[in-house]
Protein backbone atom coordinates (compact mmCIF):
# COMPACT_ATOMS: atom_id res chain seq x y z
CA UNK A 1 0.00 0.00 0.00
CA UNK A 2 1.13 3.47 -0.64
CA UNK A 3 1.28 6.40 2.33
CA UNK A 4 -1.44 7.73 0.94
CA UNK A 5 -3.76 4.66 0.51
CA UNK A 6 -3.01 4.11 4.36
CA UNK A 7 -4.27 7.77 5.27
CA UNK A 8 -7.50 7.04 3.27
CA UNK A 9 -7.76 4.04 4.96
CA UNK A 10 -7.37 5.55 8.36
CA UNK A 11 -9.75 8.15 7.81
CA UNK A 12 -12.41 5.99 6.95
CA UNK A 13 -12.26 4.44 9.81
CA UNK A 14 -12.23 7.32 12.25
CA UNK A 15 -15.26 8.33 9.98
CA UNK A 16 -17.06 5.18 10.77
CA UNK A 17 -16.15 5.08 14.34
CA UNK A 18 -17.37 8.55 14.57
CA UNK A 19 -20.33 8.35 16.54
CA UNK A 20 -18.11 6.29 19.35
CA UNK A 21 -15.60 9.25 19.43
CA UNK A 22 -18.09 12.00 19.84
CA UNK A 23 -20.07 9.78 22.35
CA UNK A 24 -17.18 9.26 24.69
CA UNK A 25 -15.66 13.28 24.61
CA UNK A 26 -19.51 14.18 25.18
CA UNK A 27 -19.09 11.29 27.93
CA UNK A 28 -16.05 12.83 29.40
CA UNK A 29 -17.60 16.58 29.44
CA UNK A 30 -20.33 15.21 31.62
CA UNK A 31 -18.18 13.70 33.70
CA UNK A 32 -15.59 16.25 34.82
CA UNK A 33 -12.36 15.58 37.22
CA UNK A 34 -9.54 17.56 38.79
CA UNK A 35 -6.40 17.33 38.05
CA UNK A 36 -4.70 13.72 40.14
CA UNK A 37 -8.34 13.03 40.99
CA UNK A 38 -9.25 11.74 37.48
CA UNK A 39 -10.30 8.24 38.21
CA UNK A 40 -13.45 8.02 36.12
CA UNK A 41 -11.43 9.08 33.13
CA UNK A 42 -8.96 7.27 33.31
CA UNK A 43 -10.67 4.07 33.88
CA UNK A 44 -12.27 5.35 30.74
CA UNK A 45 -9.17 5.31 28.96
CA UNK A 46 -8.15 2.34 29.86
CA UNK A 47 -11.08 0.23 28.66
CA UNK A 48 -10.91 2.20 25.56
CA UNK A 49 -7.20 1.34 24.91
CA UNK A 50 -7.68 -1.99 26.17
CA UNK A 51 -10.77 -2.46 24.06
CA UNK A 52 -8.30 -1.34 21.13
CA UNK A 53 -5.88 -4.16 21.82
CA UNK A 54 -3.11 -2.24 22.44
CA UNK A 55 0.29 -3.30 24.31
CA UNK A 56 1.54 -2.32 27.73
CA UNK A 57 -1.44 -0.77 29.32
CA UNK A 58 -0.38 1.03 32.25
CA UNK A 59 -2.56 3.06 34.78
CA UNK A 60 -1.58 4.95 37.83
CA UNK A 61 0.76 7.01 36.00
CA UNK A 62 1.15 10.29 38.25
CA UNK A 63 -1.27 8.70 40.33
CA UNK A 64 -4.36 8.63 37.39
CA UNK A 65 -2.37 8.53 34.37
CA UNK A 66 -2.59 5.36 31.68
CA UNK A 67 -1.07 4.71 28.35
CA UNK A 68 -1.01 2.00 25.79
CA UNK A 69 1.41 1.15 23.03
CA UNK A 70 0.58 0.79 19.59
CA UNK A 71 4.10 -1.43 17.96
CA UNK A 72 5.06 -2.10 14.59
CA UNK A 73 7.72 -4.70 15.58
CA UNK A 74 10.00 -2.28 13.95
CA UNK A 75 12.66 0.05 15.21
CA UNK A 76 11.85 3.77 15.05
CA UNK A 77 11.01 6.65 17.11
CA UNK A 78 8.30 6.61 19.29
CA UNK A 79 5.55 8.90 19.23
CA UNK A 80 3.35 10.11 21.86
CA UNK A 81 0.27 10.91 21.20
CA UNK A 82 -1.52 12.83 24.31
CA UNK A 83 -4.68 13.70 25.88
CA UNK A 84 -5.53 15.52 29.16
CA UNK A 85 -7.41 14.29 31.88
CA UNK A 86 -8.71 16.72 34.09
CA UNK A 87 -10.77 20.06 34.50
CA UNK A 88 -11.22 23.27 35.55
CA UNK A 89 -13.63 24.92 38.18
CA UNK A 90 -16.59 26.43 36.91
CA UNK A 91 -19.67 26.17 38.75
CA UNK A 92 -21.76 28.08 36.20
CA UNK A 93 -20.94 25.49 33.40
CA UNK A 94 -23.95 23.61 31.86
CA UNK A 95 -21.69 20.65 32.68
CA UNK A 96 -20.14 21.05 35.62
CA UNK A 97 -19.74 18.66 38.79
CA UNK A 98 -22.58 19.88 40.97
CA UNK A 99 -20.45 18.81 44.27
CA UNK A 100 -16.73 19.75 43.12
CA UNK A 101 -17.79 22.58 40.58
CA UNK A 102 -14.93 20.82 38.38
CA UNK A 103 -16.20 21.10 34.15
CA UNK A 104 -14.38 20.69 31.27
CA UNK A 105 -14.57 24.74 30.09
CA UNK A 106 -11.53 24.03 28.66
CA UNK A 107 -11.63 21.36 25.76
CA UNK A 108 -9.85 18.64 27.61
CA UNK A 109 -12.70 16.12 26.82
CA UNK A 110 -11.95 16.57 23.16
CA UNK A 111 -8.08 15.95 23.37
CA UNK A 112 -8.77 12.37 25.34
CA UNK A 113 -11.57 11.75 22.17
CA UNK A 114 -8.92 12.76 19.53
CA UNK A 115 -6.42 10.59 20.98
CA UNK A 116 -8.41 7.88 21.65
CA UNK A 117 -10.09 8.45 17.81
CA UNK A 118 -6.28 8.55 16.16
CA UNK A 119 -5.88 5.41 18.04
CA UNK A 120 -9.27 3.59 16.72
CA UNK A 121 -8.31 4.95 13.25
CA UNK A 122 -4.37 3.66 13.34
CA UNK A 123 -6.04 0.27 14.99
CA UNK A 124 -8.48 -0.72 12.68
CA UNK A 125 -7.01 0.36 9.75
CA UNK A 126 -4.16 -2.13 9.93
CA UNK A 127 -1.60 1.07 9.81
CA UNK A 128 0.73 0.14 12.04
CA UNK A 129 1.83 -2.43 9.78
CA UNK A 130 3.62 0.12 7.41
CA UNK A 131 4.86 2.18 9.48
CA UNK A 132 8.34 1.56 11.76
CA UNK A 133 8.15 2.69 15.09
CA UNK A 134 5.75 2.51 17.72
CA UNK A 135 2.86 5.20 19.02
CA UNK A 136 2.32 5.80 22.55
CA UNK A 137 -1.18 7.02 23.81
CA UNK A 138 -0.98 8.75 26.58
CA UNK A 139 -4.40 9.91 29.09
CA UNK A 140 -2.17 12.52 31.49
CA UNK A 141 -3.15 14.20 34.84
CA UNK A 142 -3.57 17.87 36.03
CA UNK A 143 -2.85 19.94 33.36
CA UNK A 144 -4.78 22.64 35.28
CA UNK A 145 -2.62 23.79 37.61
CA UNK A 146 -5.37 24.05 40.52
CA UNK A 147 -6.02 23.52 43.90
CA UNK A 148 -2.60 24.34 44.40
CA UNK A 149 -2.64 23.90 48.04
CA UNK A 150 -3.85 20.24 47.68
CA UNK A 151 -1.59 19.41 45.23
CA UNK A 152 1.48 20.82 47.22
CA UNK A 153 0.55 19.28 50.34
CA UNK A 154 0.78 15.78 47.92
CA UNK A 155 4.10 16.97 46.67
CA UNK A 156 4.50 17.45 50.51
CA UNK A 157 4.02 13.83 51.20
CA UNK A 158 6.01 12.09 48.09
CA UNK A 159 3.29 11.38 46.37
CA UNK A 160 4.06 13.71 43.99
CA UNK A 161 7.43 16.05 42.83
CA UNK A 162 4.83 18.44 40.55
CA UNK A 163 2.18 20.06 40.42
CA UNK A 164 1.64 19.47 36.57
CA UNK A 165 1.02 15.44 35.20
CA UNK A 166 3.52 16.09 32.21
CA UNK A 167 6.01 17.62 34.52
CA UNK A 168 5.82 14.33 37.08
CA UNK A 169 5.87 11.86 34.42
CA UNK A 170 8.85 13.38 32.94
CA UNK A 171 10.51 13.66 35.91
CA UNK A 172 9.49 9.99 36.83
CA UNK A 173 11.15 8.85 33.49
CA UNK A 174 7.59 8.16 31.11
CA UNK A 175 9.41 10.28 28.58
CA UNK A 176 12.97 8.68 28.36
CA UNK A 177 11.69 6.39 26.22
CA UNK A 178 9.64 8.82 23.87
CA UNK A 179 11.01 10.66 20.88
CA UNK A 180 8.32 13.02 20.02
CA UNK A 181 5.58 14.21 21.27
CA UNK A 182 2.27 15.88 20.32
CA UNK A 183 -1.79 16.90 21.10
CA UNK A 184 -4.45 18.74 20.02
CA UNK A 185 -6.34 21.02 22.38
CA UNK A 186 -9.66 22.42 21.37
CA UNK A 187 -10.40 26.25 21.66
CA UNK A 188 -13.23 28.66 20.10
CA UNK A 189 -11.47 29.99 17.17
CA UNK A 190 -12.45 33.16 14.63
CA UNK A 191 -14.62 32.57 12.32
CA UNK A 192 -13.31 30.92 9.09
CA UNK A 193 -10.38 28.91 10.91
CA UNK A 194 -10.52 25.07 11.85
CA UNK A 195 -6.77 24.47 12.66
CA UNK A 196 -4.28 26.51 14.61
CA UNK A 197 -0.48 25.58 14.45
CA UNK A 198 2.24 26.86 16.03
CA UNK A 199 2.76 29.53 18.37
CA UNK A 200 4.25 30.26 21.85
CA UNK A 201 2.95 30.70 25.27
CA UNK A 202 3.81 32.11 28.49
CA UNK A 203 5.68 30.06 31.42
CA UNK A 204 4.91 30.23 34.91
CA UNK A 205 6.16 30.34 38.86
CA UNK A 206 3.54 29.58 41.24
CA UNK A 207 3.07 30.79 44.65
CA UNK A 208 1.53 29.91 48.16
CA UNK A 209 1.19 33.34 50.60
CA UNK A 210 0.11 32.63 54.04
CA UNK A 211 0.02 35.84 56.18
CA UNK A 212 -0.25 35.05 60.31
CA UNK A 213 -1.52 37.77 62.54
CA UNK A 214 -3.26 37.21 65.90
CA UNK A 215 -6.99 37.19 66.76
CA UNK A 216 -8.67 39.38 68.62
CA UNK A 217 -12.43 40.54 69.69
CA UNK A 218 -13.48 42.25 65.75
CA UNK A 219 -15.49 44.55 68.20
CA UNK A 220 -14.48 44.52 70.95
CA UNK A 221 -10.88 44.68 71.58
CA UNK A 222 -9.19 44.75 67.60
CA UNK A 223 -6.36 46.73 68.81
CA UNK A 224 -5.47 43.73 70.72
CA UNK A 225 -5.02 42.14 67.39
CA UNK A 226 -3.00 42.03 64.50
CA UNK A 227 -5.04 42.17 61.09
CA UNK A 228 -3.64 39.63 58.64
CA UNK A 229 -6.03 40.16 56.35
CA UNK A 230 -4.83 43.92 55.92
CA UNK A 231 -1.13 42.64 55.36
CA UNK A 232 -2.72 40.48 52.76
CA UNK A 233 -3.93 43.65 51.12
CA UNK A 234 -1.51 45.91 51.28
CA UNK A 235 0.25 43.41 50.14
CA UNK A 236 -1.43 42.72 46.79
CA UNK A 237 -2.10 46.77 46.24
CA UNK A 238 2.21 46.94 46.60
CA UNK A 239 1.69 43.84 43.63
CA UNK A 240 -0.52 46.03 41.51
CA UNK A 241 1.97 48.54 42.22
CA UNK A 242 4.39 46.89 40.47
CA UNK A 243 2.61 46.72 37.03
CA UNK A 244 3.81 49.84 35.51
CA UNK A 245 7.77 48.03 35.55
CA UNK A 246 6.59 45.01 33.91
CA UNK A 247 7.71 45.38 30.13
CA UNK A 248 4.86 44.58 27.45
CA UNK A 249 7.48 42.19 25.91
CA UNK A 250 8.13 39.98 28.73
CA UNK A 251 3.68 39.59 28.46
CA UNK A 252 3.69 39.08 32.51
CA UNK A 253 0.73 38.39 34.20
CA UNK A 254 0.03 38.53 37.96
CA UNK A 255 -4.00 37.34 38.87
CA UNK A 256 -3.49 35.96 42.80
CA UNK A 257 -7.18 35.11 44.38
CA UNK A 258 -7.24 35.09 47.88
CA UNK A 259 -8.42 30.97 49.65
CA UNK A 260 -9.03 32.02 52.65
CA UNK A 261 -9.59 35.63 54.44
CA UNK A 262 -10.17 34.38 58.00
CA UNK A 263 -12.25 32.22 60.08
CA UNK A 264 -14.49 34.43 61.35
CA UNK A 265 -16.42 37.82 61.22
CA UNK A 266 -16.04 38.71 64.63
CA UNK A 267 -12.62 37.67 65.07
CA UNK A 268 -9.62 39.65 63.62
CA UNK A 269 -8.27 37.65 60.70
CA UNK A 270 -5.31 35.84 61.60
CA UNK A 271 -4.95 33.50 58.73
CA UNK A 272 -5.26 34.77 55.63
CA UNK A 273 -4.52 32.64 52.57
CA UNK A 274 -3.44 33.46 48.50
CA UNK A 275 -2.66 31.57 45.52
CA UNK A 276 -1.28 33.34 42.68
CA UNK A 277 0.84 32.52 39.41
CA UNK A 278 3.76 34.99 37.70
CA UNK A 279 3.30 34.26 34.16
CA UNK A 280 6.12 35.65 31.59
CA UNK A 281 7.43 35.26 28.39
CA UNK A 282 10.77 33.88 29.19
CA UNK A 283 12.67 32.41 32.35
CA UNK A 284 14.33 35.62 33.23
CA UNK A 285 11.07 37.77 33.13
CA UNK A 286 9.78 35.66 35.32
CA UNK A 287 12.23 35.40 38.07
CA UNK A 288 12.67 39.45 37.42
CA UNK A 289 8.84 40.15 38.02
CA UNK A 290 8.48 36.96 40.70
CA UNK A 291 11.49 38.87 42.62
CA UNK A 292 9.09 42.28 42.67
CA UNK A 293 6.08 40.07 43.29
CA UNK A 294 8.05 38.37 46.71
CA UNK A 295 9.08 42.10 47.83
CA UNK A 296 5.95 43.02 47.66
CA UNK A 297 4.25 40.96 49.55
CA UNK A 298 6.34 40.87 52.46
CA UNK A 299 5.91 44.65 52.53
CA UNK A 300 2.07 44.19 53.43
CA UNK A 301 3.35 42.00 56.15
CA UNK A 302 5.88 44.71 57.59
CA UNK A 303 3.54 46.89 57.04
CA UNK A 304 1.15 45.58 59.58
CA UNK A 305 3.47 43.40 62.21
CA UNK A 306 2.20 40.70 60.72
CA UNK A 307 4.59 37.43 59.22
CA UNK A 308 4.14 35.70 56.01
CA UNK A 309 5.45 32.61 54.47
CA UNK A 310 5.74 32.58 50.74
CA UNK A 311 6.62 29.26 48.78
CA UNK A 312 7.46 29.49 45.29
CA UNK A 313 6.69 26.06 43.36
CA UNK A 314 7.27 24.86 39.97
CA UNK A 315 5.07 26.14 37.20
CA UNK A 316 5.13 25.75 33.94
CA UNK A 317 7.80 26.25 31.03
CA UNK A 318 7.08 29.10 28.47
CA UNK A 319 5.98 26.75 25.27
CA UNK A 320 7.93 26.47 22.23
CA UNK A 321 7.93 25.00 19.32
CA UNK A 322 8.82 22.49 16.40
CA UNK A 323 9.21 24.22 13.14
CA UNK A 324 9.41 20.56 11.49
CA UNK A 325 6.54 19.02 13.21
CA UNK A 326 4.46 21.55 12.93
CA UNK A 327 5.02 22.09 9.31
CA UNK A 328 4.09 17.89 9.16
CA UNK A 329 1.04 18.42 10.50
CA UNK A 330 0.25 21.61 9.19
CA UNK A 331 0.36 20.28 5.57
CA UNK A 332 -2.73 17.66 6.77
CA UNK A 333 -4.30 20.29 8.25
CA UNK A 334 -4.31 22.23 4.99
CA UNK A 335 -5.25 18.60 3.17
CA UNK A 336 -7.93 17.81 5.38
CA UNK A 337 -9.70 21.48 5.74
CA UNK A 338 -8.41 23.37 3.29
CA UNK A 339 -5.77 25.70 3.66
CA UNK A 340 -7.98 28.81 4.02
CA UNK A 341 -8.87 27.29 7.33
CA UNK A 342 -5.39 26.87 8.73
CA UNK A 343 -3.86 29.84 10.68
CA UNK A 344 -0.72 30.54 12.33
CA UNK A 345 0.01 30.82 16.29
CA UNK A 346 1.14 33.93 17.69
CA UNK A 347 2.02 34.16 21.44
CA UNK A 348 -0.45 33.34 24.07
CA UNK A 349 -0.11 34.72 27.63
CA UNK A 350 -1.69 31.63 29.15
CA UNK A 351 0.40 28.64 30.35
CA UNK A 352 0.63 24.56 29.62
CA UNK A 353 3.10 21.73 31.12
CA UNK A 354 3.56 20.88 27.36
CA UNK A 355 6.36 23.52 27.51
CA UNK A 356 7.97 21.33 29.74
CA UNK A 357 8.11 18.59 27.67
CA UNK A 358 8.92 20.76 24.24
CA UNK A 359 12.19 22.22 26.20
CA UNK A 360 13.66 18.32 26.51
CA UNK A 361 12.18 16.81 23.16
CA UNK A 362 10.39 17.76 19.63
CA UNK A 363 6.49 18.55 20.13
CA UNK A 364 3.50 20.16 19.54
CA UNK A 365 0.49 21.36 20.88
CA UNK A 366 -1.90 22.95 17.47
CA UNK A 367 -5.45 23.61 18.59
CA UNK A 368 -8.71 22.51 16.57
CA UNK A 369 -11.96 25.22 16.50
CA UNK A 370 -15.25 23.00 17.41
CA UNK A 371 -16.49 25.00 20.85
CA UNK A 372 -17.83 28.44 21.52
CA UNK A 373 -17.10 31.10 24.47
CA UNK A 374 -14.26 32.13 26.54
CA UNK A 375 -11.89 29.74 27.58
CA UNK A 376 -12.25 28.80 31.19
CA UNK A 377 -15.95 30.09 31.68
CA UNK A 378 -19.42 28.84 31.92
CA UNK A 379 -19.80 29.60 28.19
CA UNK A 380 -17.60 27.37 26.87
CA UNK A 381 -18.92 24.57 25.19
CA UNK A 382 -18.86 22.27 22.00
CA UNK A 383 -20.87 23.75 19.24
CA UNK A 384 -19.12 21.60 16.41
CA UNK A 385 -18.35 17.66 17.58
CA UNK A 386 -17.00 17.51 13.85
CA UNK A 387 -14.27 20.02 14.82
CA UNK A 388 -13.66 19.48 18.50
CA UNK A 389 -13.36 15.56 18.07
CA UNK A 390 -12.69 14.67 14.36
CA UNK A 391 -10.66 16.47 12.83
CA UNK A 392 -8.12 16.80 15.67
CA UNK A 393 -8.22 12.50 15.79
CA UNK A 394 -7.85 12.57 12.20
CA UNK A 395 -4.85 15.02 11.93
CA UNK A 396 -2.81 13.23 14.66
CA UNK A 397 -3.32 10.22 13.01
CA UNK A 398 -2.26 11.75 9.80
CA UNK A 399 0.65 13.37 10.87
CA UNK A 400 1.90 9.87 13.28
CA UNK A 401 1.85 8.12 9.80
CA UNK A 402 4.15 11.02 8.19
CA UNK A 403 6.48 10.39 10.98
CA UNK A 404 6.58 6.63 10.75
CA UNK A 405 6.87 5.85 7.55
CA UNK A 406 9.17 4.85 5.08
CA UNK A 407 11.43 3.24 7.90
CA UNK A 408 10.51 6.26 9.79
CA UNK A 409 12.52 8.38 7.85
CA UNK A 410 10.81 11.98 8.68
CA UNK A 411 10.72 11.09 12.05
CA UNK A 412 14.05 9.98 12.44
CA UNK A 413 15.19 13.41 10.82
CA UNK A 414 12.97 15.52 13.42
CA UNK A 415 14.60 13.46 16.47
CA UNK A 416 18.30 13.86 14.78
CA UNK A 417 17.50 17.92 14.01
CA UNK A 418 15.97 18.76 17.27
CA UNK A 419 18.96 20.54 19.88
CA UNK A 420 17.04 20.06 23.28
CA UNK A 421 17.10 23.88 25.43
CA UNK A 422 17.77 21.55 28.49
CA UNK A 423 18.50 18.04 29.36
CA UNK A 424 16.37 16.54 32.05
CA UNK A 425 18.87 17.09 34.53
CA UNK A 426 19.38 20.59 33.82
CA UNK A 427 15.29 21.02 33.88
CA UNK A 428 15.07 19.19 36.83
CA UNK A 429 17.89 22.01 38.38
CA UNK A 430 16.54 24.77 36.63
CA UNK A 431 13.10 24.16 38.61
CA UNK A 432 14.83 24.33 41.52
CA UNK A 433 17.15 27.34 41.17
CA UNK A 434 13.87 29.26 40.08
CA UNK A 435 11.98 28.50 42.76
CA UNK A 436 14.59 29.22 45.17
CA UNK A 437 15.85 33.03 43.85
CA UNK A 438 12.22 34.27 43.93
CA UNK A 439 12.25 33.93 47.80
Known amino acids: MTKEEIKRSVLEQIDKHREKIIELGQQIMANPELGYKEFKTSALVRESLTELGLEDITGGLAITGVSGVLSSGKAGPNVCIMGELDAVVCPGHPFADPVTGAAHACGHNGQVASMIGSAIGLVHSGAIAHLSGKITFLGVPAEEYVEVEYRQNLRKQGKISFLGGKQELLANGFF ?20 VVGGTSNGFIGKLVKYRGKEAHAGGSPHMGINALNAA ?18 HIRVHPIITKGGDLVNVIPADVRIETYVRGKTLEAIQDANRKVTRALRAGAEAIGARVEIEDIPGYLPRVSNEMLDEV ?5 EALVGKHMVDSGTHGTGSSDMGDIMHLIPAIHPSCGGARGTAHSEEF ?22 LLWDDASLGREIVENFEPLMTKEEYLDAWERLTQDGD
Open 329 to 333: FRANA
Open 381 to 402: VVDDPETAYIVPAKLLALTAID
Open 176 to 195: DDIDMAMMVHMASLKPGTKV
Open 233 to 250: LLGLMAVHLQRETFKDDD
